[in-house]
């Protein structure tokens, strides 16, 4: 829920697919917003920007100054202290005394300057903060007179607190009651006095790029149908009139023969100002939409990887779910050293060496064996995974089901971070770059989704081969201490030196996170992941 979202509906809908609704606030709003002032120079705005203050400051009204950075507050309070005018500057330069300040923003005559965004979720209340109000927690309900003071003093009737004083059983207590009826009868003066003379006006010295900046400037004053005001004070100097309409404008004032010191005010300029302002917001919806693009492109793989790291995390049949990724590793090489249609024509020599030294299979491919077959490739695949998941499970019952299996959901797991990692790198490095591709005519979001999926799909297929051969190689001596389970909590999810996997990748050798660091016990244990091929695979789909 905010209450400046109304402008900004456009691009809730199209980008979050939310709708806004306006509800009428509690109370009719009675702020009297006046129509800018526009002067030909900054110079001459911000002279009579401090003219108003001043005669407002010696009416008794408080004045609430905004301004769009801290340097122009800055400057504009040594024009201020020029001209005798006391004041307070609220920015993000005192962050302790933003409450204090905000607190006494509405007692009679109080001027604050601040930035357009500095202190708010404090309301200013028209008089002062209620300070009695804070001494009151001080006075302990201990009988039927105090719970009476108290009702009456919450009621506002401070007349009938003050009667009541007499009536509590200790003097300290008494003591206390009067000061909180003295303080509570100035803060009604001063809350009177202030909405006597109109509430707290705002005065902005420049426009922002985007209205709901300035409406929340605004929203300062008239809150819960408190009287208020607001005017703002622009310059042909200003940023948002050079960029739109300053010329124009300046013509219409010297056409009009506008002296030095010579505002114009119009609604017409009004008018012509919020357009400027719906044209900045349009702009910059465009920018955060096109990088919302990109940013799509990462969740979308985002969003793929940590569902897969959930399956190995959570999943029950984590083995079942690393077998699919086996039987496509494999089918995968044996399509690439394999013709479908001719045993003679097949690589064995190079399937065979993959099955010996990566996955460390006992099995040797005869082409002769398969001549008669009516479907060679696919009986020689059957035959080879059979042989391979036969053998894996051997391995599997040797180390132990159990132990074995926290050995698969921690390899795929170190595999799996260390991989993306390096992708999330190898995609910044491709989006700071993929700009010149608009060289040669061609669109930049269009090349980074292409490349990027390239990559992607590289990186998942890299990622399956290798959770193939560290698993088929491993060897384990000694016993496997588990760490104790964990809540699967994913942005708290860490695993041990994620960088040796830069190395491992090369040459495997000890894994990490299986040395036993954090347990009482460090066990013995030493895990080979054997050699590794260096032979750089693309993917082939069988036709």
């Known amino acids: 829920m905010t209450g400046t979202a109304d402008t900004e509906a456009e691009e809730f809908k199209k980008i979050y697919k939310l709708d806004v609704v306006v509800i009428p606030t509690n109370v009719k709003?009675?702020?009297?917003?006046?129509?800018?002032?526009?002067?030909?120079?900054?110079?001459?705005?911000?002279?009579?920007i401090a003219q108003e203050i001043k005669e407002l400051h010696e009416k008794g009204q408080p004045v609430l100054v905004g301004t769009i950075s801290i340097e122009k507050s800055e400057v504009l309070s040594a024009l201020l202290k020029k001209n005798g005018i006391p004041h307070s500057v609220l920015n993000a330069k005192h962050h302790e005394?933003?409450?204090?300040?905000?607190?006494?923003?509405?007692?009679?005559?109080?001027?604050?300057?601040?930035?357009?965004?500095?202190?708010?979720?404090?309301?200013?209340?028209l008089g002062g903060a209620a300070r009695y109000m804070k001494t009151l927690e001080e006075l302990e309900e201990t009988d039927e007179a105090s719970r009476n003071f108290r009702s009456a003093i919450l009621t506002k009737d401070f007349a009938g607190a003050r009667g009541l004083v007499d009536t509590l059983d200790t003097t300290a207590r008494k003591d206390l009651a009067r000061t909180i009826v003295d303080r509570a009868e100035i803060w009604i003066k001063n809350h009177l006095e202030v909405k006597r003379l109109g509430g707290l006006h705002i005065l902005g010295t420049e426009r922002h790029e985007a209205r709901r900046i300035d409406n929340q400037l605004r929203g300062r004053s008239g809150r819960q149908g408190d009287p208020g005001s607001s005017r703002f004070y622009l310059s042909l100097e200003d940023q948002l009139m050079r960029l739109f309409g300053g010329q124009r404008l300046m013509n219409i004032m010297e056409r009009l023969g506008m002296t030095e010191g010579q505002e114009l005010e119009a609604r017409m300029v009004d008018r012509a100002i919020q357009r400027a302002q719906k044209r900045v917001e349009n702009h910059n919806f465009d920018m955060r939409k096109h990088l919302l693009e990109y940013d799509d492109v990462m969740n979308r793989q985002r969003e793929f990887v940590y569902a897969e790291r959930n399956k190995l995390m959570v999943g029950e049949d984590v083995r079942g779910h690393l077998k699919e990724w086996m039987e496509e590793v494999i089918e995968n090489k044996v399509l690439e050293f394999c013709d479908a249609s001719d045993p003679s024509r097949w690589d064995l020599d190079s399937l065979n060496e993959w099955i010996r030294t990566v996955i460390g299979v006992n099995e040797t491919i005869v082409a002769d064996d398969y001549k008669r077959e009516k479907t060679p490739l696919e009986t020689m695949f059957n035959k080879l995974l059979e042989k391979a998941w036969a053998q894996y499970q051997e391995k599997a019952e040797g180390i132990g089901l159990e132990n074995f299996s926290y050995l698969e959901r921690r390899i795929a797991l170190d595999l799996i971070d260390a991989r993306w990692k390096d992708h999330l790198y190898t995609m910044d490095h491709l989006r700071e770059g993929i700009w010149a591709i608009s060289y040669s005519e061609k669109n930049p979001l269009v090349e980074y989704k292409i490349q990027g999926f390239r990559l992607f799909d590289a990186m998942v297929q890299m990622i399956k081969e290798q959770i193939t051969e560290f698993l088929?190689?491993?060897?384990?001596?000694?016993?496997?201490?588990?760490?104790?389970?964990?809540?699967?909590?994913?942005?708290?999810?860490?695993?041990q030196s994620l960088d040796s996997f830069d190395s491992m990748a090369a040459t495997p050798g000890n894994m990490p996170g299986m040395t036993g660091q954090g347990t009482s016990k460090a066990p013995d244990i030493t895990v080979s992941g054997g050699g590794s091929s260096k032979r750089k695979t693309s993917r082939k789909r069988r036709r």
């Open 29 to 48: 709003v009675q702020r009297i917003d006046f129509p800018d002032r526009v002067y030909r120079s900054e110079r001459e705005k911000y002279n009579a």
């Open 472 to 495: 088929f190689r491993v060897e384990v001596e000694g016993p496997v201490l588990q760490a104790p389970k964990r809540r699967p909590v994913i942005s708290s999810e860490s695993h």
């Open 97 to 125: 005394k933003e409450a204090e300040i905000v607190e006494n923003a509405g007692i009679p005559g109080a001027v604050t300057v601040a930035t357009n965004m500095a202190g708010r979720g404090t309301d200013i209340v």
